[in-house]
């Protein structure tokens, strides 16, 4: 049962320090997607790649937070430095081709003290 | 710009009541739809899809969705509810956004409490 794996689950951190979260997609799928999710924002859309390149990082800021694919089996999300306005959930999710469904992984939960 | 909007934020049945939840985007060209749902603690789940054909879609756990494109609207419903339909739903549309590029808009998401 192939899924999106997210690495770690939990995160607690200070202000200032490096996040780093990670996410392989399902094995095949050329699109990665990160979104963040927070009580007063909803789900809110980061960045995506489509087979490794960066398409759309309209949603992320840019000072601070970083988004790459080193390769068709790992994604990765850096926030540096953190700040604790960044407490939220961090899912990534994948997909296949245009207009096919997204998978979700199961989310990186980031409180920064 | 594309929006997907949920029209509440909070429903509040109890069990064997009637479902429906409202969603409209903003968009004039080809859209496919999503419902997906989110129980307590866990990843969004997809419920069903909407990419062409039927308007009428059957997803899993008896729910089903219109598309009414006059409307710009994707209703979820249910005929009856459950507790373990408690949960948070969101709509999304995948939107074309030019250039061979797409994105994926979520609404904010509905809260629904179902009472025994």
């Known amino acids: 049962d192939a899924r999106v794996t997210q690495t770690p689950r939990h995160k607690v951190t200070e202000m200032g320090q490096e996040v780093t979260m990670r996410c392989q997609p399902i094995?095949?799928?050329?699109?990665v997607f990160w979104y963040r999710q927070t009580m007063m924002q909803g789900l809110e859309l980061l960045a995506y790649?489509?087979?490794?390149?960066?398409?759309?990082d309209s949603g992320m800021p840019k000072d601070r937070f970083s988004a790459e694919m080193p390769d068709a089996t790992l994604a990765t999300l850096k926030i540096q430095p953190s700040e604790p306005r960044d407490s939220a959930v961090y899912f990534c999710?994948?997909?296949?081709?245009?207009?096919?469904?997204?998978?979700f992984g199961p989310g990186t939960r980031l409180l920064v003290l | 710009a594309q929006s997907v909007s949920q029209h509440n934020h909070h429903v509040i049945l109890s069990e064997a009541a009637s479902l429906e939840l409202g969603c409209n985007y903003s968009?004039?060209?080809?859209?496919?739809l999503f419902w997906y749902v989110q129980y307590p603690g866990q990843h969004l789940q997809l419920l069903l899809k909407?990419?062409?054909?039927?308007?009428l879609v059957k997803g899993i756990k008896g729910f089903e969705a219109e598309f009414i494109k006059s409307k710009f609207s994707f209703n979820l419903r249910k005929p009856s509810v459950q507790w373990s339909d408690t949960a948070e739903y969101f709509c999304?549309?995948?939107?074309?956004?030019?250039?061979?590029?797409?994105?994926?808009?979520f609404g904010k998401g509905t809260k629904l409490s179902v009472i025994p």
């Open positions: 968009y004039g060209g080809t859209v496919n």
């Open positions: 094995l095949g799928h050329n699109t």
């Open positions: 999304a549309a995948l939107l074309d956004s030019g250039a061979g590029s797409y994105q994926l808009t």
């Open positions: 790649f489509r087979n490794r390149a960066p398409l759309d």
């Open positions: 999710a994948s997909g296949l081709i245009q207009g096919e469904t997204q998978y």
């Open positions: 909407y990419f062409s054909g039927d308007p």
